[in-house]
Every structure is written in C-alpha cells, then in structure tokens.
C-alpha cells in the first residue's frame, strides 16, 4: 500500500517556475515507477511525465518535453516535477501517481493517486 500526498502547487505567471513534490508513504516507494498526471478545467486527465524505480528511465508528454524535468529521491521517498517556463495552458491539478513495475504512460496502469495540487499560470 501507498499513499501519496502532493504540494508545491500554486499561482505563477506565465514564464515562471514550479516545483511540484509529491511524498510517498511506505517503506516500498523504491520498488514502484511513478507518474505525473494533470487535469485541465473542462478535460480529462493526462499523462504528464513518468519515472522509473531507479529513476534511469523517463517519459514526457510532448506538450512538456524540454519545460518539464522529473526525479526521485527514494531516500526521502519523494518524487519531484520541475516545471519551468509555464504557460497559461498548464494550468491544471497535478496528480502523482505510483504503479508497480515498469513507468507507463496510461493513467489506468496506475494503482495509487495522491489528491492533487492546483498550479494556476496566469498570462
């Protein structure tokens, strides 16, 4: 079992940066790939970004490659998305998400979600 509790949400203007932490509870979080997911006002939820157990393999949407930057540290049982150079069309709530095995990109591959965190770009 995990759970997961996302922060670093908030209000930021267009060009601006945020770092989004999402910590896992467990004693098992090195063990699971783990994923970002957002949804936008009006839309269904997206793959964002996605990071393997030992954090060597990586996957980005193409609407954030290049902006986007996710890592873990499983000492600290925390996974991480950098987001840089924001646009007004991030803004979303942002969703980790933990699944066993192998980063996917498919929302429904994932077991565990946090409750996510609003990140609002203003233009």
């Known amino acids: 079992q995990v759970q997961l509790v996302e922060s670093g949400g908030g209000l930021v203007q267009a060009g601006g940066s945020l770092r989004l932490s999402c910590a896992a509870s467990?004693?098992?979080?090195?063990?699971?790939?783990m994923g970002w997911f957002r949804r936008a006002p009006g839309k269904e939820r997206e793959f964002v970004s996605a990071i393997s157990w030992s954090g060597g393999v990586t996957y980005y949407a193409d609407s954030v490659k290049g902006r986007f930057t996710i890592s873990r540290d499983n000492a600290k049982n925390t996974v991480y998305l950098q987001m840089n150079s924001l646009k007004p069309e991030d803004t979303a709530v942002y969703y980790c998400a933990a699944k066993a095995s192998y980063p996917a990109r498919s929302l429904d591959e994932y077991s565990y979600w946090g409750q996510g965190t609003q990140v609002t770009v203003s233009s």
């Open positions: 467990g004693r098992t979080f090195s063990r699971y790939a």
